[in-house]
């Protein structure tokens, strides 16, 4: 079956809208967003100390469940390194 104009044009838009995706994708790939500051491993272990369900379940619903469980991951590794070298 013959393509409509209008399908045509929307996939060539879809495809360059994907393109330009992922050209941003690669090109700020690392880069901290403008003004945001990375937190240090004693501001985010202290923040992951304090913790609280509704915080949690805040962070999940802003950043998703994989990064916060990323984050978690990672904390739970440094507090026990903190531990093990004996600076808790």
Do not use: C, H
Not at 64 to 81: I, P, S, T, Y
Request: hydrophobic share 35%; net charge negative.
């Amino acid at each position: 079956m013959k393509e409509s104009i209008f399908e045509m044009a929307s996939g060539i838009a879809k495809e360059r809208m994907d393109d330009a995706l992922n050209l941003m994708k690669t090109d700020f790939k690392g880069v901290a967003p403008f003004g945001k500051k990375p937190k240090s491993m004693d501001e985010q272990l202290y923040e992951y100390s304090t913790l609280t369900p509704e915080t949690l379940t805040k962070m999940i619903d802003e950043q998703g469940e994989n990064d916060v469980n990323q984050w978690l991951g990672d904390m739970v590794k440094a507090k026990e390194r903190r531990e093990r070298n004996g600076n808790a």
